[in-house]
């Protein structure tokens, strides 16, 4: 599904819609236990599990129904590949002078001999929609948000390619049905599919007829793809979920680091892809 035309470069700077806006403040301030039962939050890596969330999200996980062209896949990388991704990005890549950070004004950062080429050849393997030409490497600690916004700075409309590693996280992402809301499909086996998904309570107040938002938890390894409608889409991340790094991750970058040993039990490495020009 190809991307619609880009809005133009001055909406960079619009603020987001009432109801994106409500979902994103409801999520950064639902406390964590409840996470764990918001039937509104799609959860794949809960798939076996018989679970309020899982049972309302069963006949609607057509996603085109809600954001087109958004795919979600769960636990493409496996546990070493997220820990070479680790080492190539902040060993390697954003220890590079000419790489922009934003960590060494304020930090001496010891670094070890750089990962093999192999290693990083294999942490690249991602999904083939989009010719890498630019990265940002955003890191999240519990507490930290990304305010709701679109990425319309690009002269490309190939899909961004946005992999997780570290601690979960809540993702929200939306269309604006005043402006770019595509129809919906029917489908024989989801006839309720053009309906939008119910919101908590809260983000109700500004909620209209029409507006689709996915409210999704995002695991370590997993790797969502914005295409399509989806490419021009608001998203934010309201909430870092604490306590919840996987072992095989939080133990990065492991022994002889000093203070940094087990620096990834509390954080989210976010690796955003994206193609710049067609």
């Known amino acids: 599904m190809a991307a619609p035309e880009p809005p133009p470069l001055s909406h960079a700077h619009h603020t987001a ?7 994103h403040k409801t999520y950064q301030k639902l406390p964590v236990p409840a996470l764990a039962h918001d039937r509104h939050i799609l959860d794949l890596a809960a798939a076996a599990a018989d679970t309020p969330a899982r ?7 057509k996603l085109v129904g809600y954001v087109p062209g958004l ?15 680790l080492s190539a990005l902040l060993h390697k890549h954003l220890s590079n002078p000419e790489h922009a950070t934003n960590l060494h004004p304020h930090y001496t950062l010891p670094y070890p001999s750089s990962p093999s080429s192999s290693d990083i050849k294999t942490a690249s393997s991602l999904p083939k929609t989009t010719t890498p030409q630019a990265a940002i490497t955003n890191l999240y600690s519990p507490g930290d948000t990304l305010a709701p916004h679109r990425d319309v700075s690009e002269a490309s409309r190939a899909p961004l390619v946005s992999v ?5 996280a809540v993702f929200v992402i939306g269309l604006d049905p005043a402006t770019d809301s595509p129809p919906v ?11 939008p998904p119910p919101r908590n309570p809260d983000a109700d107040a500004s909620a209209e007829a029409g507006e689709r938002v996915l409210v999704l938890r995002v695991h370590s ?12 889409a608001w998203h934010s991340v309201p909430r870092v979920v604490a306590g919840s790094c996987p072992g095989y991750v939080a133990g990065w970058p492991g ?3 000093g203070e940094w040993a087990g620096w990834m039990g509390g954080k989210r490495v976010n690796l955003n892809v994206r193609q710049m020009w067609d």
């Open 164 to 168: 997780s590693v570290g601690c979960d």
């Open 55 to 61: 049972q309302w999200h069963a006949p609607h996980l």
């Open 221 to 232: 390894g997993d790797v969502v793809v914005m295409g399509g409608a989806s490419r021009w």
């Open 255 to 257: 022994a002889g680091m």
């Open 185 to 195: 499909p029917s489908s024989p086996d989801s006839p309720d599919s053009s309906a």
């Open 71 to 85: 795919q979600i896949i769960p636990s493409l990388l496996p546990p070493r590949t997220q820990r070479t991704l």
């Open 17 to 23: 819609p009432p109801h994106i806006r409500a979902i």
